[in-house]
């Protein structure tokens, strides 16, 4: 026991190593969003590689904007597809950089997936979910209220405070029900209890309602998980929008946020198979040396994947209130 | 054969932690990309008196930069992107205009840019920002060779040079001068940072991926 927690020290702790929010200096050339607080400072492992992510994404950043003006002026289906594949891979590259819930993603699945194929259908509907939020967004505040660039980038972090209250809120709910059921299992399966260990986890089999309710369970702890995440409207949606919108062309946007958005939901998913893949793993190879810390590992989980969505969800929310404001002229 | 099961587990627990690392974000990166040339231009005693800057936008940055004015088959009003040029410039004073010239390890002091002028061209949809920074005391580069750096030290703006026509000179330049431009390579530079670069503040992180201009003389008879 002693020899797993130190093992689950540094997974625990990483995302506290990532609390540090990094200010942004006030640049003379500001542009809308950048002000997004959710950026969190540089950890030291694996920098180098995220680094030439971040190049490769601006490098497909920046060709979208002229992407975009090509069909906008072209009108030709050769533009357009150039538009969308510039944008899906914008998309790969900026969901393994900053932001778009992949820490929340991956600390759900910890605590409380065990199938892969429920962690990828997860992963793109939060994509979408993010998609469709940054055209909601722009569509509203843009299109009908005839809200500025500016203005109505500066909305973002409001809505995105709301996410992060929401993320949190799960984090609670999972902690919450973990220490209820422990309650529960104890009241109702006392025949299964080992009076020589005073322990609360059996090991005893699901009944078949037992596997509905886990299943009905999970599938509300994702509805919960999906909504929070996809009420971030993605940023670089959000600009590409903007963008689109200065060139009369907001259609052409939405597109481009949802080539985007099957791009980011491809890299959330590969993340979401290796976290749930080796989270089985870990269980399976656990519960052959014994099944008591087998299922001690999984209640870890729960609770230390709960508390990091807690944890998370409050740091964001606390960054996101200390961002400075970006001038824009 | 238990401490080997053990061993898989905190193998599979590894996994596990690496499957989070790489979520991880970073911190500092551009949100503005600039296309630069540059021009040294020499006085008649064949001294280093100022430089000339000419910057190009990025698409979006231009968009925004002029989203709400009022754009008619000309391009925009004179006035407007006249009254755009002089915010600028008064903006990126606190900055020195972004604009670093040092001689022996040695800043050399900038006075207040003039003939700031913003233009708009259609083809590219791009917005162009030109202007002249003067030294403070014209400097005399048989003695030492001058190094010129223009750069945003918070790396917010990237500023790069054009490919084509990177750096010109004009008025008198001495004969014999050489003019070298080293440019890092941004991939590189991105792998090799240290951690300090983008945890210390006063790091300057936009100073790594600056193009360095060398101006050197042969010293005077």
């Known amino acids: 026991m002693m020899k797993k927690a130190r093992i689950f020290v540094p997974a625990l702790l990483l995302p506290l190593a990532l609390s540090a929010t990094a200010v942004l200096a006030q640049s003379p050339f500001a542009v809308p969003g950048s002000d997004a607080p959710a950026e969190l400072a540089e950890p030291g492992f694996f920098s180098g590689l995220l680094r030439y992510i971040m190049a490769m994404q601006q490098e497909y950043y920046r060709a979208m904007a002229s992407a975009l003006r090509a069909v906008n002026l072209q009108q030709s289906a050769s533009a357009m597809w150039g538009l969308v594949s510039i944008s899906f891979l914008y998309g790969v590259f900026h969901a393994a950089g900053p932001g778009h819930g992949k820490i929340v993603v991956t600390s759900y699945l910890l605590a409380d997936e065990r199938e892969v194929k429920r962690g990828i259908v997860l992963a793109f509907l939060s994509a979408f979910a993010q998609a469709l939020t940054a055209i909601a967004v722009v569509g509203v505040l843009a299109v009908l209220l005839g809200f500025s660039s500016r203005a109505t980038a500066s909305t973002v972090p409001i809505i995105e405070r709301a996410s992060f209250i929401l993320i949190a809120g799960v984090g609670v709910w999972l902690i919450w029900r973990t220490l209820r059921r422990k309650e529960h299992s104890h009241h109702d399966h006392a025949h299964g209890h080992d009076h020589h260990c005073h322990d609360h986890d059996h090991a ?45 062309a907001f259609t052409i946007g939405a597109l481009s946020a949802f080539a985007m958005s099957v791009g980011t939901a491809i890299t959330v998913s590969a993340l979401a198979i290796l976290t749930v893949f080796s989270k089985n793993m870990a269980l399976r190879l656990a519960g052959q040396v014994d099944s008591r810390r087998s299922r001690r590992i999984e209640k870890m989980l729960r609770i230390g994947g709960g508390a990091l969505l807690v944890v998370m969800g409050l740091v964001l929310f606390a960054g996101s209130l200390t961002a400075p404001a970006q001038p824009f002229f | 054969m238990r401490g080997n099961r053990l061993w898989s587990i905190r193998a599979a627990l590894v996994a596990l932690v690496l499957a989070l690392t790489p979520v991880s974000p970073a911190a500092a990166h551009p949100h503005v990309w600039i296309d630069m040339q540059t021009e040294l231009q020499f006085d008649a005693e064949g001294r280093l008196a100022s430089i000339g800057i000419l910057w190009i936008f990025d698409e979006f940055y231009s968009a925004f930069a002029l989203e709400g004015a009022e754009k008619t088959a000309d391009g925009y009003d004179e006035e407007l992107l006249a009254g755009l040029a002089a915010i600028n410039l008064e903006n990126l004073a606190e900055w020195d205009y972004f604009t670093e010239v040092t001689t022996s390890g040695q800043p050399v ?16 949809g791009r917005l162009s920002l030109s202007f002249t920074v003067p030294l403070e005391t014209p400097l005399q580069l048989e003695s030492a060779p001058a190094e010129l750096r223009i750069f945003d030290p918070t790396y917010y703006i990237s500023i790069d040079y054009l490919k084509d026509n990177p750096v010109r000179q004009t008025g008198a330049m001495p004969a014999g001068c050489t003019v070298e431009r080293r440019t890092p390579d941004v991939e590189n530079v991105w792998l090799s940072l240290p951690e300090s670069a983008f945890t210390d503040p006063s790091s300057q992180l936009g100073a790594h991926f600056a193009t360095i201009v060398r101006v050197a003389c042969p010293p005077a008879p």
């Open chain 2, 109 to 124: 002091a900038l006075g207040a840019a003039r003939d700031g002028k913003s233009t708009w061209d259609e083809a590219s």
């Open chain 1, 204 to 248: 005893h089999m699901p009944g078949p309602a037992e596997i509905r309710e886990a299943a009905t369970r999970g599938w509300k702890g994702m509805a919960a998980i999906i909504a929070s995440i996809g009420l971030r409207p993605c940023s670089g949606a959000i600009l590409v929008l903007l963008f689109a919108l200065t060139q009369g």
